[in-house]
């Protein structure tokens, strides 16, 4: 008979999601966390400016251009969370400082191609976490994608 080490406890909630992110970072001891947030999200989009250089012009007449850039970068980013159980919010929290968050990409096909994970960034900052005489809590926060560098030259 097969001996038992250790017990896990796995919640399953089999209430339908609003816009499913589903979130697997790495927790404190090493182990794998995974979250399925839903109900609200805003997505963003940050450029920034690439080198650039000035041609040399004699005549303000005939110029095409001042200034050109040689490329440009974009991020894009996505607010987003929902409301957990306060019991939840220990476990969870532990999202907001791990540097090894990913993100599934493809929720509608990972059971037929396999899951693909993206690894993402939570933006620093401060998060409110729950207010003490609730059962439930509104969660936020942001994810970072990785920087799309965009060629124009």
């Known amino acids: ?19 499913p992110i589903y979130l697997n970072w790495m927790g404190t001891e ?4 995974y979250w399925l947030f839903g109900v609200f999200q805003t997505k963003q989009l940050a450029t ?5 250089f000035a041609p040399f012009i004699e005549d303000n007449t005939n110029a095409k251009s001042y200034l050109n850039e040689i490329s440009r970068g974009a991020i894009e980013s996505m607010v987003c969370g929902g409301n957990v159980p306060v019991s ?3 476990g969870i929290k532990t999202m907001l400082y791990s540097p090894n968050v990913l993100i599934l990409m493809n929720p509608d096909t990972w059971e037929s191609e396999g899951p693909k994970w993206l690894k993402v960034r939570i933006v620093p ?29």
């Open 1 to 19: 008979m097969a001996r038992i080490t250790e017990k896990k406890r796995i919640d399953i909630d089999y209430s339908c999601i609003e816009n």
């Open 30 to 33: 090493g182990q794998r966390e």
């Open 48 to 52: 920034s400016e690439g080198p650039t």
């Open 88 to 90: 939840k919010i220990d």
């Open 125 to 153: 900052g401060t998060f409110k976490l729950y207010d003490t005489d609730q059962k439930r809590a509104d969660i936020q926060f942001t994810l970072e994608f990785p920087e799309i560098n965009i060629q124009s030259m």
